[in-house]
């Protein structure tokens, strides 16, 4: 009688490893900077108001509004995703001069935008109304997205050139000739670990010669599993046969870009 029951006893201590041997599943989620509500007012007079959660990440003007300009430093965070941006803060003045990423809602196609148009697209977003600029002030200290908890891998997301970037891509202004056609500009995204160490880069070519191709998937899987992922912008011209990247200190083109639908796993 003892010789038959090893046998169940066995399959059952076989399942059991086999269960334990599984890798867990791992859930996917894309930011796409829509839904959600807070609520926010004078709850004593009974003025409170419900609305859209970010919207209070949008700023008013674009350009020299309070809370990218106000000195108090400037963050958002999805509960979702878990995933949060705050200003890189290279001046040390708590302002958006130093770059960063900022939501915003503003898409406008006409005629010589300027730098006070910073947070707007010449296209609509990927999805709904809703959208983050890039902002890389200097490479030495690059905007970044941030798992506030935890790591997680960063799939993919869409870029789209600002409507002031391309302005000045296409026809220059008075601080910058247009790009020959010759020029380029790559964006890379370089992934951080738990550790603080850097996994890999992956590099897109937001522009190579003036051609505008409009939102375009950058596929950042291959960074892995990070902490954060930080954004810099380069750019240069062919030379011989070469991409030879500019030595100025400071871009010639408005260092924005704008993204979107971020795919997340973790």
Known sequence: ?????????????????????????????TLTFEG??????????????????????IDSPQYGGNLLYGGKGYAWYDNDTKLTSYLPDYWKDGTFFGGGIAISNYVENTPNPTYEKQLTIGVGPVSGSNF????????????????????GVIESLYVVPTAYLNEVVQNGNAFAK????????????????????????????LYDGRTFAGWRKWDLSMLGEVKRVE?????????????????????NFPNYFAIDN????H
């Not at 509500?37 to 970010?54: L, Q, R, V, Y």
């Not at 550790?195 to 590099?203: I, V």
Request: some cysteine.
């Open 262 to 265: 971020i795919a997340v796993s």
């Open 178 to 205: 247009a790009m020959t056609a010759d020029g380029y500009i790559r964006i890379e995204a370089t992934g951080i670990d738990a550790t603080g160490k850097t996994t890999t880069t992956a590099t897109m070519y």
């Open 36 to 57: 959600g509500s807070f609520t926010g007012g004078d709850a004593e007079n009974d003025n409170t108001i419900t609305t859209d959660w970010w919207s209070q990440y």
């Open 1 to 29: 009688m003892r010789k038959y029951l090893l046998i169940p006893l066995l399959l059952l201590a076989l399942t059991a490893c086999e269960k334990q041997s599984e890798e867990p599943k791992r859930k996917s989620l």
């Open 132 to 151: 983050a600029v890039c902002y890389v002030a200097t490479n030495e200290c690059p905007p970044f997205l941030e798992f506030k908890y935890g790591t």
């Open 231 to 251: 954004f810099r912008m380069y750019e240069g011209e062919v030379e011989g046969g070469l991409r030879v990247d500019s030595t100025a200190e400071y871009p």
